[in-house]
C-alpha cells in the first residue's frame, strides 16, 4: 500500500525523453530544408543545386539542432518545477494501517515547516511527511522519508 502511494508519486514527476527531441528535431529540420531548398532554387535558377544545398543543410544542421536541444534541456531557464500532488496519502490513517506518533510544526521568519510521522501497526515501518510553506517566496517543499524509527530519527535529527 505504501510503496504504490510512493510510486504513484514518482510517477508524477516530468520527464523528457530523447526520442522526443529526435522526433522534434527531425520534423523541424524537413520543415526547414523545404524552405532552404526554395531559397537555393529561387537565388541559383538550378533545382539539383537546390537540392545537393538541401541534403547537406538537412545532414549538418539534423545533428546540431539535437545537441542544441539537449544542452537546453539540462538549463532551467523560464521553466516552473511541478507540484508535487499528495492526494493518495493518507492522512488521517486508520487503525489497520498507521498509527500517528508525532506530529511537529513550527513558524520562523515566515516559513512554516511541518512533519508528521506514522508508524504501521507492528511498529517497524515509520513514514514522515515533510512540508514547508515560506510565505514571503511562496515557496513549497514536500517530501516522504520512510525507514525505521531510528533511521527517521537521524535524519530529521529528532526524538520520537
Known sequence: MLKSRLTKLKELRPTLDKARHILKSLSYRIYSTCITITIAALVTGDIDKALAVGVVDFSV??????????????????????????????????????KQIAFIQSETGGVRKRVKI????????????????????KERYNDIITGTKQEIEEQLKIKL
Open 118 to 137: 506514522v508508524a504501521d501497526k507492528h511498529n517497524q515501518l515509520h513514514v514522515a511527511y515533510l512540508s514547508s510553506y515560506n510565505s514571503k517566496t
Open 61 to 98: 544542421k539534423l545533428f546540431t539542432y539535437y545537441i542544441h536541444e539537449r544542452i537546453w534541456f539540462y538549463i532551467p531557464f523560464g521553466l516552473q518545477r511541478p507540484r508535487k500532488i499528495h492526494v493518495d496519502i493518507d492522512w488521517e490513517p486508520t487503525d489497520t494501517s498507521f
